[in-house]
C-alpha cells in the first residue's frame, strides 16, 4: 500500500518554510497532497485561485507532489481521500499550542486520522506567510524568503494596494 499524506495549509503565500516540509514530507512518504485551504475567516491576501497557483508551480518538479484546494472540515476532506496522516510544519515553541490543540481536536473528530509535525530547516524557523505579508507592504526585500516569482507577486499586490 502507498504511504500517503495532507499538508494543509492557507498558503497566503507559500513560503521557503513551507517548501521545506513540502520537500521532507515528499521524502518520507510515497504520495503527498498539499491541501490549499479557501479559509476566508482568515482574510486572505491571495485569492485561492492564486494560491493555488503559486504551490503548483513550486512544486511542478515534484513527481510525489499533487496539490488541490479544499474548503471542508480537513478530516473529512482526508477521509474522502482516503489518507489519514496529516503533516503540519512546527517552527517555534509559539506555534505549539495551536497546533497541539488542532491535533487532538482533530483527533476526538476522528481516530483514524494522524497528525505528524516536522520540522523545517533552522534558517526557516521564524519565517511567517503574515510576517513576509507585513515586511513587504513595507518594501522589504523579501526575495530570501520566497520563490522569486512569489516575491514579484507581493510586491505587485501592494504596489496597486498603495495606488488605491
Ligand atoms: P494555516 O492557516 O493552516 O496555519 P499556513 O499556511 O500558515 O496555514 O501554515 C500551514 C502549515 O505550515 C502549518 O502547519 C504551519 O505551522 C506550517 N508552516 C508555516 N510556515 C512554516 C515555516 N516557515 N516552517 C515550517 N512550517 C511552516
Do not use: C, W
Request: net charge positive.
Amino acid at each position: 500500500m502507498k504511504r500517503q499524506a495532507i499538508y494543509p495549509g492557507t498558503f497566503d503565500p507559500l513560503t521557503f518554510g513551507h517548501l521545506d516540509i513540502i520537500k521532507r514530507a515528499s521524502k518520507v512518504f510515497d504520495k503527498v497532497l498539499v491541501a490549499v485551504a479557501r479559509n476566508p475567516y482568515k482574510k486572505p491576501l491571495f485569492s485561492l485561485e492564486e494560491r493555488l497557483a503559486m504551490v503548483k508551480k513550486a512544486t511542478e518538479n515534484m513527481t510525489n507532489v499533487t496539490v488541490e484546494a479544499f474548503d471542508r472540515l480537513i478530516i473529512d476532506y482526508a477521509k474522502q481521500k482516503k489518507i489519514n496522516v496529516i503533516i503540519r510544519g512546527l517552527r517555534m515553541i509559539s506555534d505549539f499550542e495551536y497546533e497541539f490543540q488542532m491535533a487532538l481536536t482533530n483527533r476526538r473528530l476522528s481516530k483514524s486520522v494522524e497528525t505528524l509535525f516536522m520540522m523545517p530547516s533552522e534558517e526557516y524557523a521564524y519565517l511567517s506567510s503574515k510576517l513576509l505579508k507585513e515586511a513587504a507592504s513595507l518594501k522589504a526585500d523579501i526575495k530570501k524568503f520566497v520563490p522569486l516569482f512569489v516575491a514579484k507577486k507581493l510586491q505587485k499586490r501592494f504596489q496597486h494596494r498603495k495606488e488605491r
